[in-house]
């Protein structure tokens, strides 16, 4: 089959539902074959920064891998800041990137928009993307393909796909049936059972739960071991929307020591689950005291530290579907619920409108998407309690 229809199977097996881009010559060709099927709306922006932002969001509601669409050298490098971003928010994004043919190549002239050497746009993407394919070989492309989206799911980071512009008259072949990666069982037991002999010491234990619990999908996982064992959590400022607020054991968000809440909670227990949480400088660099080494568990994706130890194969849902069949008792402490009324805004503010937008949208029953501006708008945001915010 063409090149483009194993691409469309590619993107309908990992649950793509639009396309976003910027048409330019490079990838005009595959612009014009996508359009012809129209399988998938395809959002066309003049911003490739903007185009890839569109992207990421549609990534991080879905949770799933979204796509953007952008030619050789001028567009994919524009986009380079958003897609860092993306990087470091670990969002299963993929860039779909032009790239010059086979007879542009070896034509002996410097390409347009190319940088210092033909590959410096993979070479740049080295540093921000999980994986780079150039589908170059007919041969290959397909599995080239799935290796891509593979990793965009797996590892919820970035990929990057070339393809040449005369690609897309390529035939080639899908890959065979995907399966997701399956847990190492010796491994998961071996880890819970460590997990839950720290619990069973403990006396005052918190969760701290940040947004990767939502993108490896253990939410569910996270709640039901908060109310199992009675233990109060909190969430970071990037995973403050992926949990359940009305739950009693949710105890708000930690941004730093005047969260008094959050604050009191990690300051007085004696073990700290850190689960899902994407250690930025904002929460943490200027808050080492809440988090000694003695009191610090880590669980990430494929990767558990407590104490000296270190488990890299364990994956963060399987794991904690494996803690709630420990033997733990669950922990006595009452946990007060947490008081989320907002204070009376004196004036007109960023926050007084945040104030009266989440009065008005919690009247109703409709789910509306929060998305809030960087700087006074997004601590602005922290004054309402949306159930989706980007």
């Known amino acids: 089959m063409l090149l483009v229809d194993a691409l469309l199977q590619e993107l309908d097996l990992f649950g793509v539902k639009q396309l976003f881009g910027i048409p330019g010559d490079?990838?005009?060709?595959?612009?014009?074959?996508?359009?012809?099927?129209?399988?998938?709306?395809?959002?066309?922006?003049?911003?490739?920064p903007s185009a890839v932002f569109a992207a990421d969001a549609a990534a991080r509601i879905s949770?799933?891998?979204?796509?953007?669409?952008?030619?050789?050298?001028?567009?994919?490098?524009?986009?380079?800041?958003?897609?860092?971003?993306?990087?470091?928010?670990?969002?299963?994004?993929?860039?779909?990137?032009?790239?010059?043919?086979?007879?542009?190549?070896?034509?002996?002239?410097?390409?347009?928009?190319?940088?210092?050497?033909?590959?410096?746009?993979?070479?740049i993407y080295r540093e921000i993307t999980a994986c780079q394919v150039r589908l170059d070989n007919p041969e290959r492309a397909g599995n080239d393909i799935r290796l891509a989206f593979k990793t965009a799911k797996e590892q919820n980071l970035p990929v990057l796909i070339e393809i040449p512009r005369d690609a897309v008259l390529f035939n080639t072949t899908v890959a065979a049936m995907y399966t997701a990666p399956q847990p190492d069982i010796a491994a998961l037991t071996l880890a819970a059972e460590h997990l839950a002999e720290q619990l069973n010491y403990a006396q005052n234990p918190v969760i701290l739960a940040g947004v990767d619990v939502r993108r490896f999908g253990?939410?569910?996982?996270?709640?039901?071991?908060?109310?199992?064992?009675?233990?109060?959590?909190?969430?970071?400022?990037?995973?403050?929307?992926?949990?359940?607020?009305?739950?009693?054991?949710?105890?708000?968000?930690?941004?730093?020591?005047?969260?008094?809440?959050?604050?009191?909670?990690?300051?007085?227990?004696?073990?700290?689950?850190?689960?899902?949480?994407?250690?930025?400088?904002?929460?943490?660099?200027?808050?080492?005291?809440?988090?000694?080494?003695?009191?610090?568990?880590?669980?990430g994706q494929q990767q558990l530290v407590i104490g000296k130890e270190n488990y890299t194969d364990v994956a963060l849902k399987p794991l904690l579907q494996a803690l709630l069949l420990q033997p733990i008792a669950p922990f006595s402490a009452l946990i007060p619920k947490l008081n989320q009324a907002q204070p009376k805004a004196q004036a007109l503010s960023a926050t007084s409108v945040v104030q009266q937008l989440d009065k008005q949208l919690s009247k109703g029953s409709l789910t509306v998407p929060f998305i809030s501006d960087i700087g006074d708008c997004l601590f602005a945001s922290l004054h309402a309690n949306p159930s989706l915010i980007i």
Do not use: W
Request: charged residues 15%.
């Open 26 to 48: 490079f990838v005009l060709p595959l612009f014009e074959q996508l359009q012809q099927r129209n399988q998938l709306p395809l959002y066309y922006l003049s911003h490739e």
């Open 63 to 123: 949770n799933n891998p979204s796509v953007v669409l952008l030619t050789y050298g001028a567009g994919a490098l524009n986009a380079v800041n958003a897609v860092a971003q993306a990087y470091v928010e670990h969002v299963p994004l993929v860039v779909i990137a032009g790239f010059p043919s086979v007879a542009e190549i070896n034509s002996g002239l410097q390409i347009h928009h190319q940088a210092k050497h033909i590959d410096s746009q993979r070479d």
């Open 218 to 299: 253990a939410v569910a996982e996270l709640e039901a071991l908060a109310a199992k064992l009675n233990i109060p959590f909190v969430s970071t400022l990037m995973g403050r929307a992926c949990f359940n607020q009305q739950q009693a054991q949710y105890q708000g968000v930690f941004l730093d020591k005047t969260d008094t809440r959050p604050a009191q909670l990690l300051r007085e227990a004696d073990l700290i689950l850190q689960i899902g949480v994407i250690k930025t400088d904002s929460n943490f660099a200027a808050n080492a005291e809440f988090f000694p080494a003695e009191k610090l568990i880590e669980l």
